[in-house]
C-alpha cells in the first residue's frame, strides 16, 4: 500500500488467536496516520531496521483510572493485546524492508485503527489528542463506561410468569431540534426484573408494552377479554407525560413499573381502498397525543385489527409503494364493547410547488449550471426537502420529484403527508435569504400540511452578498515534529476533529453552519446570511447540540465570542476549544 506520498506502508504483527475468543464489547476506535520522513543514510536506515514498539494505556473517560484486561486490536482482529493491571499495553513492531530509500518501520499505520474494548464499556467518540515526539511516545484510550436503567414490573403473582417487554427511547437531535428514538429493550425475567445496559449518557424515557393476560385461571378466550396497557414511568398514561430519565455516564437508575389490569375491546377498521397484500404502517395516538405504546395491525387484506382498552384514539394509516404514499386517519372512542363500523379512506400524497428565485450577483452565478438526474437535468440551485417536525416520525421525509424531460426546472416536493415539516434548504452558493409559504416563515416556523399534500408554494430567495468569518482555535494541540536529523516514521494519532459552529443568537436573522478546523487549528465560514452569532469550537464532533433552543444553549454563554455580520463582512475571531470534558 502506498500514501500519497510513495511511502510504501505495511504492519506485520502476530495473531493472538487466544485473545480473539475473549468476550466481544464496544469498542472506541483510534486513528492512525503515517508520518515519515526521506532517508537520509546507509547508517540511519540501519538503525530503523531494529523492531519497534506502540504502546499506550487504556484508561476509564470518567475517572481516569486505568482500565485492567482490556482488549487491545486492530479492526480486523489479526492481531491483539490485553492491558496489563496498569491498563498499558504494548505492540512489538518489526521494521519491514523493501525498498532501501523509502524506510518503513511497524509504526506506520495507513488509515488505520486501533480499538480498544471492555464489557461495561461503550464506544468512545474520542481518545483524546496524541502528540507524539518519540518513537516512546504512549497512545492513550478512553473508554466511555455503560449507563443502565434496572428495575421491575409490577404484574399481580397469577401473571409473573409472563414476560411483559420494556422499551426505552432516548432525546436525539436533529437538525437543532430534539426527537425521540427508539435504543433499546428489554423483556422482564421470571421474578419480573429488567435490565437496560449498553446505554450511553442522556435522557430517556421508558414504558412497558401491552400485555394480554393470560392467567389460566380467568382466561375466557369467548368471553370479556383482560390486558395490561402500557404504563410510562412513573405512572403516567402516556408519552408525552412520563418523566424523564437523566442517565450520566457509569451510572445506573432503577424503575419500578405497575401496569393496571383493564378490559380489553376487539377492534375492527375497514381501509376502503386497498389491495390486498400491501404494506400498510399503522400508528395509534391515545387521545391525539402521538407517541409509541398502543398497536393495532394491518390483516393483509382489507382492514386494521386489535384490541384496545377504553378510550379515545386517534388511528393513521400511510400506505409506501414504491415512490407513491397515500395517508388516512380516523378517530375511534372504545367504551365498555367491540368496535367494527369505523374505516379509512387513503389519501395519496400530494405536491408542492417550489419557486426559488435568484437574487445573486454575476459572481454567485458562475458556480450554476445543471446537475443531471438520470436522464435528465435541471438548472443548479438548491436543494430543497421537508422533514417531519413530528417528534417520532422518522420515514415521513418529502424531496423533489426527478426531472421529467430535458431542461426541467420546474422544483415539485412530492407524495407529501400530511403533518407538520421544517422545510430543509441547501443552496449551491449564496444562502438563503428567505423561505416562505404565504405569510408563514419557514425559516423558523413549520409548514403545516393538510390531506392530500394541500400546502401554498414554497418561494425561496437566494442572494450571495453573505459575511465570511476567518478564525484561529486557541489552546489547540501543536501539529506533532519530528527532531531535525533523524529519519523515522512515526504513527501519528489525530483527534477525531475540532468543529466550529456558529450559532444564531435568539432573534437573529442568521443561520446555522458549520465546519471542521484544519489540523492547523485554523478555520474558515462563507456566505453566512447576515446576523448575530456565538462562535463554539468543540474538541470532536458534537452531534446533540440543540442550537435551535435557546434556552438549551445557555450553557453556552461565555464559552465563544459573540459577532456581528453584516452583508459582505468579514470578520477575524480567535475561539477557544471547548473540551468534551467540560
Same mark, same amino acid.
Given at each position: 500500500m502506498t500514501d500519497g506520498r510513495g511511502c510504501f506502508i505495511a504492519v506485520l504483527l502476530r495473531p493472538r488467536r487466544s485473545v480473539l475468543l475473549w468476550l466481544v464489547a464496544v469498542f472506541v476506535s483510534v486513528s492512525i496516520l503515517p508520518y515519515s520522513q526521506p532517508a537520509q543514510t546507509q547508517d540511519t536506515q540501519s538503525s530503523n531496521a531494529r523492531s519497534s514498539s506502540l504502546r499506550? /494505556?487504556?484508561?476509564?473517560?470518567? /475517572?481516569?483510572?486505568?482500565?485492567?484486561? @482490556?482488549? *487491545?486490536?486492530?479492526?480486523? !482482529?489479526? &492481531?491483539?493485546?490485553? /492491558?496489563?493491571?496498569?491498563?498499558?499495553?504494548? #505492540?512489538?513492531?518489526?521494521?519491514?524492508?523493501?525498498?532501501?530509500n523509502i524506510p518503513t518501520d511497524g509504526r506506520a499505520f495507513f488509515n488505520s485503527q486501533l480499538m480498544a474494548r471492555k464489557p461495561g464499556f461503550l464506544e468512545a467518540g474520542s481518545a483524546g489528542a496524541y502528540q507524539p515526539q518519540s518513537v516512546a511516545d504512549d497512545i492513550t484510550i478512553a473508554l466511555i463506561p455503560e449507563s443502565l436503567i434496572v428495575g421491575r414490573v409490577n404484574l399481580p403473582s397469577s401473571n409473573q410468569s409472563d414476560r411483559i417487554t420494556v422499551q426505552v427511547y432516548k432525546r436525539q437531535v436533529r437538525d437543532g431540534r430534539p426527537f425521540w428514538a427508539p435504543v433499546a429493550s428489554a423483556s422482564t425475567r421470571s421474578n419480573s426484573e429488567f435490565r437496560v445496559a449498553n446505554l450511553a449518557a442522556g435522557t430517556y424515557k421508558i414504558f412497558t408494552d401491552e400485555l394480554l393476560d393470560r392467567d389460566p385461571i380467568t382466561f375466557d378466550p369467548v368471553g370479556q377479554l383482560y390486558g395490561y396497557p402500557p404504563i410510562y414511568y412513573p405512572a403516567a398514561g402516556d408519552f408525552a407525560s412520563a418523566s424523564a430519565i437523566t442517565l450520566d455516564a457509569g451510572k445506573t437508575f432503577q424503575v419500578e413499573l405497575s401496569p393496571v389490569l383493564q378490559p380489553y375491546y376487539q377492534v375492527k377498521i375497514a381501509i376502503t381502498n386497498i389491495e390486498a397484500g400491501s404494506a400498510l404502517n399503522v400508528s395509534v395516538a391515545l387521545e391525539g397525543h402521538k407517541g409509541p405504546g398502543y398497536s393495532l395491525g394491518y390483516n393483509g387484506e382489507s382492514s386494521v385489527e386489535g384490541m384496545l382498552p377504553n378510550g379515545t384514539y386517534t388511528v393513521e394509516a400511510t400506505l409506501q409503494q414504491g415512490q407513491q404514499t397515500a395517508n388516512g386517519s380516523v378517530s375511534i372512542h372504545v367504551k365498555d364493547a367491540p368496535l367494527t363500523h369505523a374505516s379509512i379512506a387513503l389519501i395519496p400524497g400530494g405536491s408542492i410547488p417550489v419557486n426559488v428565485r435568484d437574487e445573486q450577483s454575476g459572481k454567485g452565478r458562475q458556480f450554476g449550471g445543471s446537475m443531471r438526474y438520470g436522464k435528465f437535468s435541471r438548472e443548479a440551485k438548491a436543494?430543497?426537502?421537508?422533514? +417531519?417536525?413530528?417528534? #417520532?416520525?422518522?420515514?415521513?421525509?418529502? /424531496?423533489?420529484?426527478?426531472?421529467?424531460?430535458?431542461?426541467?426546472?420546474?422544483?415539485?416536493?412530492?407524495?407529501?403527508?400530511?403533518?407538520?415539516?421544517w422545510l430543509?434548504? !441547501?443552496?449551491? #452558493?449564496?444562502?438563503? %435569504?428567505? @423561505?416562505?409559504?404565504?405569510? *408563514?416563515?419557514l425559516l423558523r416556523q413549520p409548514l403545516v400540511v393538510g390531506p392530500g399534500g394541500a400546502s401554498l408554494p414554497i418561494d425561496i430567495v437566494l442572494r450571495d452578498d453573505g459575511a465570511a468569518i476567518?478564525?484561529?482555535?486557541?489552546?489547540?494541540? %501543536?501539529?506533532?515534529?519530528?527532531?531535525?536529523?533523524?529519519?523515522?516514521? &512515526? @504513527?501519528? $494519532?489525530?483527534? @477525531?476533529?475540532?468543529?466550529?459552529?456558529?450559532?444564531? $443568537? +435568539?432573534?437573529s436573522a442568521g443561520r446555522f453552519n458549520a465546519a471542521r478546523v484544519s489540523g492547523e487549528g485554523v478555520f474558515q465560514l462563507q456566505q453566512l446570511p447576515p446576523g448575530v452569532y456565538r462562535i463554539l469550537i468543540f474538541e470532536f464532533t458534537l452531534l446533540a447540540v440543540e442550537y435551535q433552543n435557546a434556552e438549551a444553549m445557555e450553557v453556552y454563554e461565555g464559552k465563544g465570542p459573540v459577532v456581528h455580520l453584516a452583508p459582505g463582512q468579514t470578520q477575524q475571531v480567535r475561539v477557544p476549544l471547548i473540551s468534551t470534558k467540560e
Amino acid at each position: 500500500m502506498t500514501d500519497g506520498r510513495g511511502c510504501f506502508i505495511a504492519v506485520l504483527l502476530r495473531p493472538r488467536r487466544s485473545v480473539l475468543l475473549w468476550l466481544v464489547a464496544v469498542f472506541v476506535s483510534v486513528s492512525i496516520l503515517p508520518y515519515s520522513q526521506p532517508a537520509q543514510t546507509q547508517d540511519t536506515q540501519s538503525s530503523n531496521a531494529r523492531s519497534s514498539s506502540l504502546r499506550g /494505556t487504556v484508561i476509564n473517560s470518567v /475517572t481516569r483510572e486505568p482500565v485492567a484486561r @482490556a482488549l *487491545v486490536s486492530s479492526p480486523d !482482529n489479526r &492481531f491483539a493485546t490485553l /492491558t496489563d493491571d496498569q491498563g498499558r499495553f504494548e #505492540f512489538q513492531l518489526p521494521r519491514i524492508e523493501s525498498n532501501p530509500n523509502i524506510p518503513t518501520d511497524g509504526r506506520a499505520f495507513f488509515n488505520s485503527q486501533l480499538m480498544a474494548r471492555k464489557p461495561g464499556f461503550l464506544e468512545a467518540g474520542s481518545a483524546g489528542a496524541y502528540q507524539p515526539q518519540s518513537v516512546a511516545d504512549d497512545i492513550t484510550i478512553a473508554l466511555i463506561p455503560e449507563s443502565l436503567i434496572v428495575g421491575r414490573v409490577n404484574l399481580p403473582s397469577s401473571n409473573q410468569s409472563d414476560r411483559i417487554t420494556v422499551q426505552v427511547y432516548k432525546r436525539q437531535v436533529r437538525d437543532g431540534r430534539p426527537f425521540w428514538a427508539p435504543v433499546a429493550s428489554a423483556s422482564t425475567r421470571s421474578n419480573s426484573e429488567f435490565r437496560v445496559a449498553n446505554l450511553a449518557a442522556g435522557t430517556y424515557k421508558i414504558f412497558t408494552d401491552e400485555l394480554l393476560d393470560r392467567d389460566p385461571i380467568t382466561f375466557d378466550p369467548v368471553g370479556q377479554l383482560y390486558g395490561y396497557p402500557p404504563i410510562y414511568y412513573p405512572a403516567a398514561g402516556d408519552f408525552a407525560s412520563a418523566s424523564a430519565i437523566t442517565l450520566d455516564a457509569g451510572k445506573t437508575f432503577q424503575v419500578e413499573l405497575s401496569p393496571v389490569l383493564q378490559p380489553y375491546y376487539q377492534v375492527k377498521i375497514a381501509i376502503t381502498n386497498i389491495e390486498a397484500g400491501s404494506a400498510l404502517n399503522v400508528s395509534v395516538a391515545l387521545e391525539g397525543h402521538k407517541g409509541p405504546g398502543y398497536s393495532l395491525g394491518y390483516n393483509g387484506e382489507s382492514s386494521v385489527e386489535g384490541m384496545l382498552p377504553n378510550g379515545t384514539y386517534t388511528v393513521e394509516a400511510t400506505l409506501q409503494q414504491g415512490q407513491q404514499t397515500a395517508n388516512g386517519s380516523v378517530s375511534i372512542h372504545v367504551k365498555d364493547a367491540p368496535l367494527t363500523h369505523a374505516s379509512i379512506a387513503l389519501i395519496p400524497g400530494g405536491s408542492i410547488p417550489v419557486n426559488v428565485r435568484d437574487e445573486q450577483s454575476g459572481k454567485g452565478r458562475q458556480f450554476g449550471g445543471s446537475m443531471r438526474y438520470g436522464k435528465f437535468s435541471r438548472e443548479a440551485k438548491a436543494d430543497v426537502s421537508l422533514q +417531519p417536525a413530528d417528534d #417520532f416520525d422518522t420515514t415521513g421525509f418529502a /424531496t423533489l420529484r426527478l426531472p421529467r424531460k430535458p431542461h426541467d426546472n420546474d422544483l415539485v416536493l412530492e407524495n407529501v403527508r400530511p403533518g407538520r415539516y421544517w422545510l430543509q434548504v !441547501n443552496p449551491y #452558493f449564496g444562502y438563503v %435569504a428567505s @423561505a416562505v409559504a404565504g405569510s *408563514v416563515d419557514l425559516l423558523r416556523q413549520p409548514l403545516v400540511v393538510g390531506p392530500g399534500g394541500a400546502s401554498l408554494p414554497i418561494d425561496i430567495v437566494l442572494r450571495d452578498d453573505g459575511a465570511a468569518i476567518e478564525g484561529t482555535v486557541e489552546g489547540m494541540p %501543536a501539529a506533532p515534529s519530528s527532531p531535525r536529523g533523524t529519519v523515522s516514521s &512515526f @504513527a501519528v $494519532l489525530m483527534p @477525531a476533529g475540532a468543529y466550529v459552529y456558529c450559532i444564531p $443568537l +435568539p432573534d437573529s436573522a442568521g443561520r446555522f453552519n458549520a465546519a471542521r478546523v484544519s489540523g492547523e487549528g485554523v478555520f474558515q465560514l462563507q456566505q453566512l446570511p447576515p446576523g448575530v452569532y456565538r462562535i463554539l469550537i468543540f474538541e470532536f464532533t458534537l452531534l446533540a447540540v440543540e442550537y435551535q433552543n435557546a434556552e438549551a444553549m445557555e450553557v453556552y454563554e461565555g464559552k465563544g465570542p459573540v459577532v456581528h455580520l453584516a452583508p459582505g463582512q468579514t470578520q477575524q475571531v480567535r475561539v477557544p476549544l471547548i473540551s468534551t470534558k467540560e
